[in-house]
């Protein structure tokens, strides 16, 4: 694996949890349940905004961040800290 590997795989999770979050902060708050006979069942879902955005967008986003920042550290400089006698 190269080592762009990491940063590439935790961006495109930010991203995709991200985009998977505003696509369902757009969706109508209405559930269709399919019934018998081709008829369908429509269940109004008075939701608040910040209900609607808790899908798997949440965990990728958040594990995509950690990912980036874990190997923005590694990839940080390392300074060593000089220990002076006493």
Not at 12 to 36: D, F, H, K, N, W
Not at 76 to 82: F, G, L, T
């Amino acid at each position: 694996m190269s080592k762009r590997a990491p940063f590439l795989i935790g961006f495109t999770l930010l991203i995709a949890g991200l985009a998977r979050m505003y696509v369902e902060s757009q969706v109508t708050g209405t559930l269709i349940i399919p019934g018998c006979l081709g008829s369908d069942f429509t269940v109004h879902l008075d939701v608040p905004i910040w209900r609607r955005l808790h899908c798997w967008g949440c965990y990728a986003s958040t594990a995509g961040a950690a990912l980036v920042a874990y190997v923005a550290l590694q990839k940080a400089p390392r300074h060593p800290v000089r220990q002076t006698g006493l």
